[in-house]
């Protein structure tokens, strides 16, 4: 299979298949996760219809290539990664406080961060 030239996290597409070190497909690649600001790749989500959704570490991934994914794991080492399990908290100011209350809270130590 040709699997193109070698790209970076940044431009790689959903629906790649993606290889394991044995060279069976396990799957597609669903979507990349990575702190994109920071520019770190943690590693892609895969898709594949017999084990559903799997996070692959970036420290499991060989290559990535136009047309395709290489992992360092084989076949049953990726049945056995992890579902994904959501993503960091999201946290966001209370817009109903007031600019008093937010420096009440500043002054005092207390937190003024809420979960979405």
Known sequence: ???GLPIAY???ERG???LSSDGDEVGTVDHVVAAGDQDIFHGVVISSKRLGRRFVPAEDVASLHERGVDLR???EEVAALPAPGGG???YTEDPAESK???WARKLTLRRDWRAK
């Open 1 to 3: 299979m040709d699997e």
């Open 10 to 12: 940044r431009v790689l």
């Open 16 to 18: 790649v298949p993606v």
């Open 73 to 75: 794991i084989n076949a």
């Open 88 to 90: 960091a908290p999201e």
């Open 100 to 102: 008093w209350e937010h």
